[in-house]
């Protein structure tokens, strides 16, 4: 039966977490690229162990709404729930992949890496950071709702061992919707398993614990490897990205009340799709008036990555384009059913 979706704080605590590490990290390999930062060990460190976690709990917080607030049927029913997401996120998908290639195009002069062809951005090799809209429509077809918990064990077997199959045969060199699955659905299948539990039983004593001695044991680990320059990949990044998760869950699970990090997690969708933009444009700026200095270019960078995108939104609903960013905005003003 379908629930009624409802707003949970812990899960706009994720998606704002997520979020903001996203854009930290964008917005850092740029100033490295740019070659306003060192791309020293303290730097390597940070940018490796944020990419053990933060795009993973996007995918968890997917699955996790994805089973809670839908309803497990056969196949036609599936198959309508899929292609309303291949359309929700599709559009937004293809505007913003487009968008970015154009200025990519304009700009070759000024940004850190050009456009390839656009067919290719488009329906072969999606790129950063909207490949994630492409791989999390792919596993919506890919990755029907479960009946039961029971089913749902299956389910995450399977994705357990193409995560597997995917670290020992090397993914990276894999087509996109293969490399999608090896990589990304163990953690979605992950999240689909949250949903068969209630997310108090995360806010035990013994939990808080367990998830503090996680983010420590993760803090550790990265460090060490960063310090020996032992890359975080295949099943290092594995486990350390569950050690990270499990660590965040349990953090999200806690908080009863909305702050930073759930309002961030509200605006989390025009911020992931416009970040790169107004971060790009304040270095171009900066850059052009003659400031190198990382200690202005830093504060600058994360100041432009939220309220630029919001400003952007802003403006996209009063010219009522918003249904760019978020098609059901547009059904919503025609009284059509999302």
């Known amino acids: 039966m379908t629930m009624s979706r409802t707003r949970e704080i812990w899960v706009d605590a994720v998606k704002g977490l997520a979020c903001g590490l996203v854009a930290a990290g964008h917005g850092f390999q740029g100033l490295v690229a740019a070659g306003l930062m060192d791309a020293s060990r303290p730097w390597a460190w940070f940018n490796d162990s944020i990419y053990c976690f933060h795009v993973q709990l996007f995918f968890l917080c997917s699955g996790y709404l994805w089973q809670r607030y839908g309803r497990s049927s056969g196949m036609p029913e599936h198959a309508r729930a899929a292609l309303g997401k291949i359309w929700l996120l599709g559009v937004p998908y293809v505007f913003f992949t487009v968008l970015s290639w154009v200025l990519k ?106 998830g503090s001695l996680c983010g420590l044991a993760f803090l550790a680990g990265t460090a060490v490897l960063a310090h020996g320059g032992i890359p975080m990949y295949g099943w290092v990044r594995w486990g350390l990205g569950l050690l990270a998760c499990a660590a965040v869950l349990v953090w999200a699970a806690g908080r009863t009340r909305a702050g930073f990090w759930e309002w961030m997690g509200r605006n989390a969708l025009p911020i992931f799709l416009m970040h790169t933009f107004f971060a790009s444009a304040i270095r171009m700026g900066l850059l052009a008036l003659g400031v190198r200095s990382p200690w202005l270019h830093v504060p600058a960078m994360f100041a432009a990555s939220v309220a630029g995108p919001l400003a952007a939104m802003n403006l996209m609903e009063r010219m009522r384009l918003d249904g760019l960013l978020d098609p059901r905005r547009r059904q919503a003003r025609h009284g059509l059913r999302a």
């Open 105 to 210: 195009r304009l700009c070759a002069a000024w940004v850190n890496h050009g456009a390839g062809g656009l067919f290719r951005s488009l329906f072969v090799e999606p790129i950063a950071p909207y490949w994630y809209l492409a791989a999390l429509a792919l596993l919506f077809v890919l990755l029907p709702r479960m009946p039961g918990a029971r089913a749902w064990m299956v389910l995450a077997a399977a994705a357990t061992a193409a995560k597997a199959a995917g670290i020992a045969f090397g993914s990276a060199a894999w087509c996109f919707p293969a490399r999608t699955v090896a990589q990304n659905a163990f953690w979605f299948a992950a999240g689909m398993g949250l949903a068969f539990r209630d997310a108090g039983v995360l806010r035990g004593r013994a939990m808080r614990r367990a």
